[in-house]
């Protein structure tokens, strides 16, 4: 998930942006970690990680509670070592219970293309089986699955 490194052009920040999609829906804690400086802030909901192993912890908690993610995020805006996005990623509950979260992010890369900070911002909202459009294998979305902005989200 490393390069492309900054400076971002529109090309490299498209690529970066769909890496990091890619990695977070591997559901790997330490893989998705290791894209982050060792010392990289976050500020994800009300937790407020820092360093790698922090991130690591946070996502092992995420991912035993939300099952079936799958994510999609699209580039908003970019400058030299910044980075905007919007996402939508879709996870059921123990219960059976599906939701939908929508989130915007910020992220700030160090020279090596590491993410050094990332400030997020995500909101949950239940849905139906029927409203999920998110229907792809675990893993990876295929490149022929529409984004965010073709699904009207």
Same mark, same amino acid.
């Given at each position: 998930m490393k390069p492309p490194l900054p400076p971002f052009t529109h090309e490299t920040a498209v690529a970066k942006?769909? =890496? !990091?999609?890619? !990695? &977070?829906?591997?559901?790997? /804690?330490? !893989?998705?970690a290791r894209a982050y400086t060792a010392d990289s802030r976050w500020r994800n909901r009300v937790e407020f990680p820092v360093g790698r192993e922090a991130i690591? =912890?946070?996502?092992?908690r995420k991912w035993a509670r939300e099952l079936d993610y799958r994510?999609? *995020?699209e580039l908003w805006t970019f400058a030299e070592d910044r980075i905007a996005v919007r996402f939508a990623y879709e996870w059921r509950d123990d219960s059976g219970q599906w939701f939908r979260s929508y989130g915007n992010e910020n992220w700030e890369f160090a020279a090596d293309g590491l993410m050094a900070h990332r400030f !997020?911002?995500?909101?949950d909202a239940p849905i139906s089986a029927a409203e999920? *459009?998110?229907? &792809?294998?675990?893993? /990876?979305? /295929?490149?022929?699955h529409a984004g965010l902005s073709e699904l009207g989200l």
């Open positions: 942006v769909r =890496a !990091a999609e890619d !990695a &977070w829906n591997s559901r790997d /804690p330490q !893989a998705v690591e =912890a946070l996502l092992q994510l999609v *995020k !997020a911002s995500i909101n999920r *459009k998110f229907h &792809w294998p675990l893993g /990876p979305r /295929p490149h022929d």
